[in-house]
């Protein structure tokens, strides 16, 4: 599966984006997805996640983040509204087939995209 993440861009405090993620070659199918976020220096954190039942979020952006996925389109997106400056990273989607204690470990995930920088501005 080769995932292709779009939508990242530059944003003031208190907008909204909306990031996408495609996959081609395969569906992504009953595997997991996930969005997962870095900035320089930091390891790579978990954003949300979801899997064919349930979706995970973490709690820094519970209530302001949304994701979601259409099988028709084989797409997951993210939708980022109340953004704030602190969500500044680059961000990545995954997919795979982590345990479900373990999603918020970005090893659990095998397939990545090449990862999209989002920016908020004070």
């Known amino acids: 599966v080769q995932l292709q993440a779009s939508g990242g861009g530059l944003v003031q405090a208190g907008g909204s984006l909306r990031l996408s993620c495609a996959a081609s070659?395969?569906?992504?199918?009953?595997?997991?997805v996930a969005w997962f976020r870095q900035v320089p220096g930091k390891e790579r954190e978990f954003v949300a996640a979801?899997?064919?039942?349930?979706?995970y979020y973490d709690d820094s952006v519970k209530g302001r983040f949304t994701i979601s996925r259409d099988a028709a389109k084989n797409t997951v997106d993210l939708q980022m509204n109340s953004l704030k400056p602190e969500d500044t990273a680059v961000y990545y989607c995954?997919?795979?087939?982590?345990?479900?204690?373990?999603?918020?470990?970005?090893?659990?995930?095998?397939?990545w995209g090449q990862g999209t920088l989002v920016t908020v501005s004070s």
């Open positions: 995954g997919a795979g087939r982590p345990i479900l204690s373990n999603l918020r470990n970005p090893l659990g995930y095998g397939y």
């Open positions: 070659g395969h569906t992504f199918g009953s595997n997991t």
């Open positions: 979801k899997t064919t039942s349930r979706t």
